[in-house]
């Protein structure tokens, strides 16, 4: 299994929408090209929010997981 390097952790738990896109959309713009940013959500929402906003923006949705309420995204900055 290859080792992921998190370049920026989003804690956007408990943020219900739009704030969790908020989050995200700041500080993806703090890595590089390339780099990943982990974001961690409680709002259901969030799973159709980020993958429509990394479709239109062209940041790569790498990993989506649930675990006991929390979405975890892993996102790749173009």
Not at 30 to 48: F, H, R, Y
Not at 56 to 77: A, K, W
Request: proline share 4%; with cysteine.
């Amino acid at each position: 299994m290859a080792v992921v390097e998190i370049s920026q952790h989003v804690d956007a738990r408990g943020s219900s929408c739009p704030m969790p896109i908020v989050k995200t959309a700041q500080a993806i713009k703090t890595v590089a090209s390339g780099q990943l940013i982990e974001v961690l959500a409680t709002d259901p929402g969030s799973t159709k929010d980020l993958a429509a906003w990394s479709k239109t923006t062209g940041n790569e949705l790498v990993e989506q997981s649930v675990d006991g309420g929390v979405y975890r995204f892993v996102l790749r900055r173009k």
